[in-house]
């Protein structure tokens, strides 16, 4: 592409399109779009670049130059929704002056808040679900005619056919294997804005990644809520489960990496993990999301699975796979949260010693059962809390990396350093960001190193490299 913009944060994964083409269309046809939110947010966007692109919309990056006006959403905090709605906020004046201009609220944001939307901000024209945004190109043609339209079936199972790579990295690449979630976490509104879980066969995404890989992918990560309990609703008397998809991905030439996210540790099975272990394609990395180390925490939470549970899995999961990296997810001050269940949060993490851990402030969701009850543990408590963990998970993955110093990783490279344009930068199997030195001249973007560690840092590895790229 001659002139590229990423749409999005580029530190989350933005998208890369050609923004010169928007010249050869007039301002009606030209998208400006931003995105937020998880992986699965990215890849619907990804989607419905390809489907607008397919009707002859082209992209801007300049939201001035638009005549289509999209932000697809993130509900899962309050302030990303809070972001997305001041900036809808100040697009009331350009409406004014454009009036053709069709402004669009998509994602788990617009599915969340439905029909109030169009009562708070009349200047919006689409009002879009996860479970239809690839009719936004027909939703356009629709709010032009009758000046507001709302699609939010989540019923309905989203079919698409995969055309090209529009991910951060043309060798990197984001493939659905599910949608919607089954569980009902009382924290989330997740099954709410995305509906109930729909697998996809696993014909159609082997055939997906076939062509993605003959496009010059060579990393590809499977995205579902809870991606390994995928299968569900492919058949009566079927059963089918994410290693049969891994099994068949590992046979497809050039495919070098498979990952795979968001999983839970109920589903965590003994075939999905040997899968992990003996297929030489699926890395090792692990994002299995614990939440809280507290039994009556994760009680209050509805979170099916308890901490020896948890336990157990991580300790079968690094007994078959001992280079394993493991990252997980973490709330504090959830409504109730005592002293004692938060400590038994830090003995979990002093315990796994995860490679990685988000961690976040439990903030009350609209809708969700856990907004019923008192939101009882003090802000500065819980700002307590969360530094504390953080130090805590900044400290733990500096001795782990240590470890490394004096090993050889490979590395699939991204780019150049942020921080150093005179090195490159990527991740190894582990998901583990790797630093080294370039040379004048060289191209390593999509290549995989073998590099030499020879420092470590609690989030960065770096070294020298082994041999030639591959």
Not at 120 to 131: D, E, K, L, S, Y
Request: hydrophobic share 35%; net charge negative.
């Amino acid at each position: 592409m001659p002139h590229s913009a990423t749409l999005g944060d580029p530190e989350d994964g933005a998208l890369r399109v050609d923004v010169e083409a928007a010249a050869s269309v007039p301002r009606e046809r030209r998208v400006y779009l931003e995105v937020f939110g998880c992986q699965m947010n990215k890849l619907d966007a990804e989607l419905l670049l390809g489907a607008l692109d397919d009707e002859g919309y082209r992209v801007t990056d300049r939201i001035e130059d638009a005549g289509i006006i999209l932000y697809n959403t993130c509900a899962i905090r309050e302030q990303a929704e809070n972001r997305v709605f001041s900036k809808v906020g100040g697009l009331r004046s350009l409406k004014r002056q454009h009036p053709d201009t069709v402004i669009g609220i998509l994602g788990c944001s617009a599915q969340n808040h439905q029909h109030d939307i169009l009562k708070r901000f009349p200047w919006v024209g689409i009002v879009c679900g996860p479970g239809e945004f690839l009719r936004v190109p027909e939703l356009i043609l629709e709010a032009r005619r009758r000046g507001q339209v709302a699609a939010l079936d989540l019923e309905k199972p989203v079919h698409f056919v995969r055309k090209r790579n529009l991910g951060p990295n043309p060798y990197q690449a984001y493939v659905s294997v599910m949608r919607g979630c089954d569980m009902a976490c009382t924290y989330c509104v997740v099954p709410r804005t995305r509906g109930p879980e729909i697998s996809r066969p696993v014909r159609e995404i082997v055939d997906e990644c076939r062509a993605l890989v003959a496009d010059g992918v060579k990393e590809i990560t499977l995205l579902g809520q809870t991606v390994n309990s995928y299968g569900k609703r492919l058949g009566p008397g079927r059963s089918v489960g994410l290693h049969h998809v891994l099994h068949e991905l590992d046979r497809i030439p050039g495919l070098e990496r498979v990952r795979f996210i968001t999983s839970h540790p109920r589903f965590m099975s003994v075939e999905l993990i040997d899968a992990m272990a003996s297929l030489g394609t699926v890395c090792e990395y692990l994002h299995l999301p614990v939440q809280s180390g507290s039994d009556e925490v994760l009680r209050r939470m509805r979170r099916s699975h308890r901490i020896d549970h948890y336990y157990r899995t991580i300790d079968l999961c690094r007994e078959r796979i001992p280079d394993l990296g493991i990252a997980t997810d973490i709330i504090v001050g959830f409504c109730g949260e005592t002293e004692k269940e938060f400590e038994e949060t830090v003995e979990l993490l002093e315990r796994v010693r995860f490679q990685n851990a988000f961690i976040f402030r439990y903030s009350e969701r609209s809708g969700t059962p856990a907004a019923e009850w008192p939101d009882d543990v003090a802000d500065d408590v819980k700002r307590e809390r969360n530094q504390s963990l953080l130090d805590l998970q900044l400290a733990i993955p500096a001795e782990e990396r240590a470890k490394q110093v004096g090993t050889v990783t490979e590395v699939l490279v991204e780019g150049r350093s942020k921080t150093d344009a005179s090195r490159w930068a990527g991740r190894n199997r582990r998901h583990e960001i790797v630093v080294f030195p370039a040379e004048d001249g060289e191209d390593l973007v999509g290549k995989l190193v073998d590099v030499e560690i020879d420092r470590a840092t609690s989030v960065t590895l770096f070294g020298k490299r082994r041999a030639k790229a591959t």
